[in-house]
Structure formats: C-alpha cells, structure tokens
C-alpha cells in the first residue's frame, strides 16, 4: 500500500505548488483561470484523445460497466433530488454537486491506484469510457443549454456540444481505439507530450484556487459540500458493492475492483468543468479536496475487507 501513498503524495505535492504560487501571486490574479482555460481547451482534450485511443472498447460492455454507472446514477439522483426540492439550488450549481458527488477520478488516480492496489491498469478502462462517452457529452449539453442566452433551439446547443474540446478529444480517441488505425510516433509522440502535462496543470491550478479560502469556509455551500462528500465517499462504494455482490453475481475479484473504483475521489475535471462556466466553484473545489484525503481511509478498509484471500 506504499504505492498508493506515493500516489497521493504526488498529487499532494502539485497542489502545494499551485498554492505557493498563488500565495507568492507569480501568475497574478488571473493566473489559475488562465492555467484553467488552458486545461479546458487545450490540454485535457489531447489528454482524453490519448487515453481512449489505447482503450480497449470493448471493456465499455464488461461487467464491470452498469455495476458503476448505476453507482453513479444513484448518487446523482440522490444529490440532485436533496439539491433542488429542499435546498433549491439553481440548475449549474446542481449540475456540478451532483458530478462532485458521482463522477470519480478515474484517470490520473484510478489508473496508479488500479495497477498498483489491483494489479493491473485496464480496470478504470470502462468508467473512463462511460464518464467520457456518455457522461461529458450529456452534461456538456447542459451547461451549454444553461449558458445560451436564453435560448433552447436544439441545433445551436448541439453544435457548441459536440464542438465541445473535451468531447471532441473523446470522441476520436474512440474512433481510433475501435477503429484500429495505427498512429505513427511522429502523430503521437507530440500528443503524449502535450497529454503528459494535462494532469500537473489542473492540479496547480486547483491548488492556485485555494489559496486565500478556507475549505468549508463559505457560509451557504458547506451542506452541499458535506452531501456530495459523503455520497461519493460513503454511499457510493456500499451501492456498488452491493450491486455486484447480491445483483450481477460478480466474482470477489471484480467485487472488490468495482467498490475500489467507486471509492475513488472527486474528478479534478469537476472544478475545471466548474471554473469553465463559472457556477458552483466552491461546491466543487471543497469535494475534490475532502474526498482526495478521505478517500485515503476508505480505500484501505475496502481492499482490507474485499481482497480475495485476504
């Protein structure tokens, strides 16, 4: 379990960077929105082309697939329901608390944390593809239905979505991983190297936006906060462990992989998402850090409890 802290250890040290800089004021005051813009439109979609385009698609239809996407759906209705009918939140800070409190981080933790905890990289494979393929596309839609001025026609929103960088960057990953078409090194070298620097960038500028906050220091949001923190780091994992186990009959090796990967933290790309349209940043900067240490505990009672022969 040594490599696991070394994970987070490696996390934990970019955020810090971000937050010297941002208490030194190197970038000045709108440094972390620009690294922000940067991750948006640029880095993160060559990062999630790269990715998919190793991807297996098939993995999309293993097992492991609907157990979390309805782990996922669960939490997104529980939060969504608490959020609007008792709360009455507005639709964007919604959008992105019921996403802080389902949407994990499947990447640049749950690809270290899968080889290193469980032996081998490929089982995030299908919750990259479902969060990518299905999730992006859908909430990229809605945000932008939400920021058009006022004006719903299908054909506007559909556009700006599938323009979108980010579903864009997905979709041709796929098409290549489905597809076959072998990619020369001159093509994807410089593709891995711009991917490469995706994940240290939005975690400098997530550690940017801490600096000079408090984490649940706004008065109004820490409900929403502790909601979104508790599902994803409570909820989440049992609902799955529980659709494998008594539901799809899994076998104790995929129970445990499921209930991992449903344990994992908040995705970063939450806050990104949140910066980019610029509703919910509190909501999503506090979950992301809340369920990036607390996850920690969780994840080792998981595999304590669920490893096969263990």
């Known amino acids: 379990m040594i490599e696991v802290l070394t994970g987070f250890a490696v996390i934990g040290v970019a955020i810090m960077v971000g937050w010297i800089i941002g208490r030194i004021d190197l970038l000045g005051p709108t440094g972390g929105q620009v690294l922000g813009r940067i991750t948006f439109f640029v880095l993160s979609p060559f990062l999630l082309f790269v990715v998919l385009a190793r991807a297996d698609v098939a993995t999309l239809f293993s097992a492991l697939l ?65 969060q990518l393929l299905v999730l992006t596309p859908v909430v990229m839609a809605i945000f932008e239905a939400l920021t058009t001025d006022g004006r719903r026609r299908p054909w506007p929103i559909l556009r700006r979505t599938i323009t979108n960088p980010i579903v864009v960057g997905s979709l041709l990953g796929t098409i290549v991983s489905a597809t076959g078409i072998p990619l020369p090194q001159i093509v994807i070298a410089p593709m891995e190297l711009i991917a490469g620097a995706a994940v240290p960038v939005l975690l400098i500028s997530y550690g940017i936006s801490l600096h000079g906050q408090r984490v649940l220091g706004t008065p109004g949001r820490r409900r929403d906060i502790l909601l979104a923190a508790g599902l994803k780091l409570l909820l989440m994992p049992v609902v799955a462990w529980v659709l494998a ?32 349209y610029a509703t919910g940043q509190t909501i999503a900067r506090d979950t992301v850090f809340v369920t990036t240490i607390g996850c920690v505990p969780v994840l080792f009672v998981v595999v304590l409890l669920l490893r096969p022969g263990g």
């Open 66 to 130: 609907p157990v979390s996407a309805l782990a996922a759906v669960s939490v997104f209705a529980i939060f969504a329901a608490v959020s609007r009918l008792v709360w009455r939140r507005p639709a964007g800070e919604i959008l992105i608390g019921l996403l802080s409190a389902g949407q994990v981080n499947s990447n640049n933790i749950g690809i270290p944390l899968s080889l290193y905890v469980l032996g081998s990289a490929a089982y995030p494979a299908p919750v990259i593809l479902f």
């Open 245 to 276: 186990q008594f539901v799809f009959g899994l076998s104790p090796a995929e129970v445990l992989v499921v209930t991992v990967l449903a344990a994992l933290p908040t995705a970063q790309n939450v806050f990104n998402y949140a910066q980019r």
